[in-house]
């Protein structure tokens, strides 16, 4: 089988190669630029829980060594302290790393990768399809063919694999826009991410009045201050007044010392790509959605979109075309993305629309800070990971299946778990291997040896159970779940969403689950994908 083809070399395809690598599939990745990317400290991104646990695990390396976990987070109205949240542990944090520090893991992790080739120097400027593949020629000084498997667009908002596929992108521009600056200083707010609407100092120049101070490693802060609808210029002679001001009206009075490191206008646009499959080309991040307004990050979902098609693709590259597998990387994503688009555009208004909600709703300013506190954090609508509760995957009714408190399609709890070697691991440590996930809810067993209890009551069944799959699987014990009784039978995802859960060992519908969440029998499959591009 020929390689797959991945085009952009930003975070979400270098994370969707190394995803692909540890299942097996050789890629070759086509960079347009020379294999690094330039230090720029306020280009900057903020990952949750999930995505910041996905580049660990295909990298090695803990992101807090390398990027801030902020210790806590508040809204500011004013003078006013709208909404304060501390992290104990007890919550997820979310994690804020500057986007060539990330890319430059990705890269390390790659050069040991002997299935993975980085192509730099190579701009994409064509593509022919065929059922059995697809080639991709490339320009530039080592300018030449390409012949793939798959092809996977991560190449940007200006995607060359969208236009060559005439695959329309409409949305919104200019959503936002917001003038940043990265600096070097003391904030009176250790470590703790700041949201200040309206602050009661005087601002020049052009200001939509909101201010956000996010923590980086080594004293450094990013600082955003949302511009007004518009396309007025921001000078640096404003800039570095708009810092001063704000620095000072922080501190209660002078300036205090501060290095200015890099400058930039964020501008962000929502759009949304029509197809993100044309046979056997695919579309990814930021070049199947933009999104980011209101606190909410565009690369989290691209991540998740890296994540949710690897293991697919593994699937088809190894066992042959899967059609319904695939076609259910859209289905999936697509949704998940536009209700995040929908979520933000109807809460646009109502927060960037001035006092008139203000003069009729009483108390209605709280409900707006909760509302970006979501964005920001990674919560409720606007960024909260998404479910697949309507997934094309998802089984029928099965008669044995009971509820536990991650719905069908949730993302799973990430519990610690007993592998089958008898270690203990992290449920969210076998993901991403290709294989799903049989875990049994077995209270009592994390003090005793494996050799004791693996032969003992259910074990021995549901492990022939296991065996019997129609696709690899894990099993794993672990000695409780959120709402799940014991004898309780999960099955997962290799992304980590959840299928279903069984009330004790059910083969014949653990069976009919594995079998619908790798879209059906291969076999079933044929002549499926002469309409896999249809609109």
Not at 195 to 213: K, N, Q
Not at 219 to 229: A, M
Not at 434 to 445: E, M, N, R
Request: charged content about 20%.
């Amino acid at each position: 089988m020929d390689p797959v083809i991945i085009v952009g070399a930003g975070p979400v395809g270098l994370t969707l190669a190394l995803a692909l690598a540890r299942q097996e599939v050789p890629c070759v990745v086509l960079d347009e630029g020379p294999g690094k990317d330039e230090p720029r400290a306020a280009r900057t991104v903020v990952l949750r829980e999930d995505t910041a646990a996905l580049i660990e695990r295909l990298t090695g390396v803990p992101l807090d060594q390398v990027g801030a976990q902020w210790a806590g987070w508040r809204s500011v109205r004013r003078k006013q302290v709208m909404r304060e949240v501390f992290f104990d542990g007890s919550e997820p944090v979310p994690l804020h790393i500057a986007q060539h520090v990330l890319t430059g893991l990705l890269r390390s992790a790659l050069a040991d990768e002997r299935l993975v080739k980085i192509a730099v120097e190579s701009r994409l400027d064509g593509i022919e399809q065929e059922p059995s593949g697809v080639t991709a020629h490339t320009r530039g000084p080592k300018g030449t063919w390409w012949r793939g498997s798959y092809l996977v667009g991560c190449d940007g908002p200006r995607s060359t694999v969208r236009k060559l596929q005439d695959i329309r992108f409409p949305g919104r521009t200019a959503v936002e826009r917001h003038a940043v600056a990265a600096l070097r200083t003391e904030l009176p707010w250790h470590n703790e991410a700041l949201l200040h609407r309206v602050p009661p100092w005087r601002m020049s120049g052009p200001s939509a009045g909101e201010i956000t101070a996010r923590p980086l490693p080594d004293g450094v802060w990013r600082l955003d201050w949302l511009l007004p609808p518009g396309k007025d210029l921001v000078t640096p002679e404003l800039l570095l007044t708009r810092i001063r001001e704000t620095l000072a009206g922080w501190a209660g009075g002078s300036t205090p010392p501060y290095e200015l490191l890099d400058t930039g206008v964020h501008t962000v646009h929502h759009r949304l790509a029509r197809r993100w499959r044309a046979e056997r080309v695919f579309l990814a991040g930021d070049a199947a959605h933009l999104l980011g307004a209101l606190g909410t990050h565009g690369l989290d979902e691209g991540l998740r979109d890296a994540d949710n098609l690897a293991w697919k693709l593994a699937l088809a590259w190894h066992h042959g075309p899967h059609e319904a597998l695939l076609d259910s990387y859209q289905a999936e994503r697509r949704a998940v993305v536009a209700a995040r688009l929908r979520a933000a555009d109807q809460a646009l208004p109502l927060l960037r629309g001035g006092g008139g909600l203000r003069s009729y709703v009483p108390g209605s300013s709280r409900g707006h800070d909760a509302l970006l506190t979501d964005g920001h954090l990674g919560q409720g609508q606007l960024g909260a990971p998404g479910a697949y509760a309507d997934s094309p995957l998802a089984p029928g009714p099965l008669e044995g299946e009971v509820p536990v408190d991650t719905p069908p399609g949730a993302p799973v709890t990430d519990v610690r778990v007993t592998a089958e070697d008898g270690t203990f691991v992290r449920l969210s440590d076998r993901l991403g291997r290709g294989a799903l996930l049989v875990v049994l809810i077995a209270p009592g067993t994390g003090v005793w040896e494996r050799k004791h209890w693996a032969r003992a009551g259910i074990m021995p069944r549901l492990a022939a159970a296991v065996t019997a799959l129609p696709h690899p699987a894990e099993l794993l014990v672990a000695e409780n779940y959120p709402g799940a009784a014991a004898h309780t039978v999960l099955l997962v995802r290799p992304d980590g969403h959840l299928v279903t859960a069984f009330a004790g060992v059910r083969p014949e519908d653990l069976y009919a689950a594995a079998e619908a969440t790798v879209g059906g029998p291969a076999k079933a499959q044929a002549g499926a994908g002469a309409s896999a591009g249809s609109p």
